[in-house]
């Protein structure tokens, strides 16, 4: 469903993604680790055509993301770092905008609408400007316009942040489902344990470069500690450990 | 007290870290605006030696004449110092953006609200005090007053113009606390916008230019009283002017009292309003702060847009958009204090219109000629607040529109739909009312209105066109795009259109005249034919090269 073969974004002399060759399966859920400034979202932006590679290439769902963005962005559905969305559209509207931009059928909207602002407790918030919305409420949101298209490949970016642990819950759970059904999720987290609970596969990046990529005891082999979680795992693999001398000075 | 002295380091830190910032085209720009700044003000200090110099010359009242002029300008800075002011401080008041962190900070309160406030006195009034410089230089040249003159002054414009911003600042004060919600600063917005709007339209009204006219002279005689009375007497606009006034006289005493009042009433009234910001300003803000509920309910209904388009079997996700924009557009309040503000542009360019001093057919048909250019420049330079930042506007949310099926094509098609009616129909009401208020005859008010009907054309797809060539997604308001290289170079492009377009027009405009004047055959065709072809050409190039271009930028665009 998507595959990167030695994707390379340079901006100027940086080099934000280095040669990144992956393959994501048909219900899959693949969790995209690493520390902040690593390239995460340039590689979410690339495969989503925001941005365009320097060289490599990168298929989504069998589409390439350069000669057929528009099949591509068909196909996919992102949630960003960061839900902006426009302050002066009711959560309704905003639903309705994102609805008729994929072209989803009017008699569906109708019905699914509400629906999913019940399901995401934005209800009674669904005739209110968006400008009013909490952080975690737009993220819902956001959410909410993803899932009204049932998309068979999500790329999300921190998908998680902001929400409240009664709708991470139940994030997480539509994320099974989803993937349960066949589609593939390509989610980048900074959360270690919902990676861990939640992924099927996990590939870890540090400056530009996937340093490591597989399930979570292939990964406890790779970095030879057997009985170790991912936190340790991960931070044994980006160098995590080095602040310890600067907490003693605290 | 030291907090406060911090609060005024952090400003001089930014002054100090934004000018050290600059780079070279930012500088090139800075010095550029500051000499196109510098000539009007030039050009604005000819103006007021012309009119104060005839004001002086009027045989018995010419100096009540200059005074009064004086005492007139004065008040009108005062009120629009205090609008201004009040507007002002409605931002920096309760939504700067640093304000949540600095009222978590251990700062008293009052330091806090005297920063702002000084902020406020600022923001509302260096405009206003850079335009007042030309007139007390041509004041002083006129009445050949000495340098010491301009200290005088220069000593009490301070506090005169913290007097008019205080009057803001402290309606602002007790409105919030008695209203304290976000609501009141749309209202404060709606209302101070309509006040500038009827204050502009009402001293076009007065007919100043009156004044300076001989077949005035008589009525001014009459009212020989009414100019020596004072105007508005207990403002200190009033003060200032009799401040001045005792000062060319040499009476001291009057020049004291009346600089005790300007600058005893500033520290005075500052003072109170410390006090009363220790009482009232925390309730204010803290109202600011919480949300309004709008209550619309889910409304699921197709927009008109989207029903109309499906009817017309046009491109859907254009209506999309179109129905997005206008919703954005229109519950913003900030964009109706600007269409009340054009409203009176409008009834101001037409009552101007309306009193030029023409005589014949052929000169009031003539002037209805060039006055496509001017109403041009005013679409160009709506087009430049207006249509050039519509694609930047997308903002941060253009992450929707870049990760949709959708081609950059279309997102520029609807900026383009979405502005161009709007201005057509203002280029023709400013056009075709100028025509009838001329009395210009069929052929001169068709040509003008089918032309300005042509360039709003021309200029909104130019607008869209930078606007996707110098795309600014990440700012904090609309001033930054437009003040931007592109919005810079778009305005330049625009001007250079509608003077070309008006020199293309003239070769066949002259041979109407010719005809009109009684020449036997004036009319050469194939100039005509060259001309309507060259017309045809710029317009098309006009439209299309930036459009051309801007859609391959952002089509590439990966960040500002």
Known sequence: MIKTENLTKRFGRLVAVDRLSLEVAPGEIFGFLGPNGAGKTTTVKMLTGILRPTSGRAWVGGHDVVAETLEVKKRLALVPDEPFVYPKLTGAEFLRFMADLYQIPWETQKKKIPELLEMFELLDWGGELLESYSHGMRQKLVLAGVLLREPKILILDEPMVGLDPKSARMVKEIFKTLSRRGATLFMCTHILEIAEKLCHRVGIMIQGRLIALGTVQELQRQAAQEDRNLEDIFLSLTGGHEYSALLKNL | ?560
């Open chain 2, 1 to 560: 007290m030291r907090a406060f002295w911090i609060l005024l380091y952090r400003r001089w830190l930014s002054l100090k870290n934004s000018l050290v910032s600059q780079d070279f085209w930012a500088w090139t720009k800075k010095i550029f605006f500051g000499l196109a700044g510098l000539a009007i003000l030039v050009g604005l200090y000819f103006g007021f030696v012309r009119v104060l110099n005839y004001l002086e010359g009027v045989s018995l009242i010419g100096s009540l004449l200059s005074w009064k002029l004086t005492a007139m300008t004065l008040l009108t800075t005062f009120s629009m110092v205090a609008i201004s002011g009040l507007i002002t401080a409605m931002t920096t008041l309760y939504y700067s953006y640093d304000l949540r962190f600095l009222m978590s900070a251990p700062v008293p309160t009052r330091f806090l609200f005297l920063d702002k406030s000084l902020e406020t006195a600022f923001y509302s009034s260096w405009t206003l005090a850079l335009v007042i410089f030309p007139y007390i230089l041509a004041l002083g040249n006129i009445k050949s007053l000495p340098f010491s003159f301009y200290f005088v002054f220069s000593g009490l414009f301070v506090p005169f113009l913290a007097l008019g911003a205080a009057f803001g600042i402290g309606l602002s004060l007790a409105l919030m606390y008695f209203f304290p919600s976000s609501k009141t600063r749309d209202v404060i917005w709606i209302f101070s916008s309509l006040a500038f709007a009827c204050v502009y339209v009402l001293i076009r009204y007065s007919q100043p230019e009156k004044l300076i006219r001989p077949d005035a002279l008589e009525v001014v005689a009459d009212y020989l009283n009414y100019l020596q009375a004072p105007t508005a007497a207990y403002l200190p606009s009033w003060w200032l002017t009799k401040a001045l006034m005792a000062y060319t006289s040499g009476n001291w005493a009057m020049v004291w009292r009346q600089a005790g009042l300007i600058v005893g009433g500033a520290v005075f009234v500052y003072l109170l309003l410390v006090w009363a910001a220790g009482r009232f300003y925390v309730t204010g803000f803290s109202g600011s702060q919480e949300g309004v509920r709008w209550e619309r309910g889910l409304q699921l209904r197709p927009s008109w847009e989207q029903r109309g388009f499906k009817c017309l079997n046009l491109p859907r996700e254009i209506s999309v958009f179109l129905s997005k924009d206008r919703k954005t557009f229109f519950r913003d309040v900030k964009h109706w204090s600007q269409l009340l503000l054009i409203m009176a542009l409008v009834l101001v360019y037409l009552f101007s219109i309306r009193q030029l001093p023409l005589e014949t057919p052929d000169l009031k048909s003539f002037v209805s000629f060039l006055n496509i250019g001017i109403a041009g420049f005013v679409i160009a330079a709506l087009s430049l607040r207006f249509t050039f930042p519509a694609i930047s506007l997308e903002g941060k949310s253009y992450w929707i529109f870049k990760s949709a099926p959708l081609n950059v094509r279309s997102l520029m098609r609807e900026k383009f739909l979405f502005s161009v009616f709007p201005t057509m129909f203002l280029g023709t009401v400013l056009v075709g009312f100028s025509n009838h208020l001329l009395g210009a005859d069929v052929f001169i008010s068709s040509v003008s209105v089918a032309t300005i009907l042509l360039c709003t054309w021309t200029l909104c797809g130019m607008g869209v066109g930078f606007g996707a060539l110098f795309p600014r997604f990440h700012v904090e308001n609309v001033h930054q795009i437009e003040s931007s290289a592109g919005g810079f170079l778009y305005m330049a492009c625009a001007l250079g259109y509608l003077t070309l377009t008006v020199a293309v027009e003239a070769g066949p405009i002259r041979m109407y005249f010719m005809e009109r004047m009684g020449r036997a055959h004036p009319w050469n065709w194939n100039w005509i034919i060259f001309c309507v072809g060259t017309l045809l050409l710029l317009n098309a190039a006009a439209f299309y090269v930036p459009g051309v271009l801007g859609r391959r930028v952002l089509e590439n665009y990966e960040g500002d």
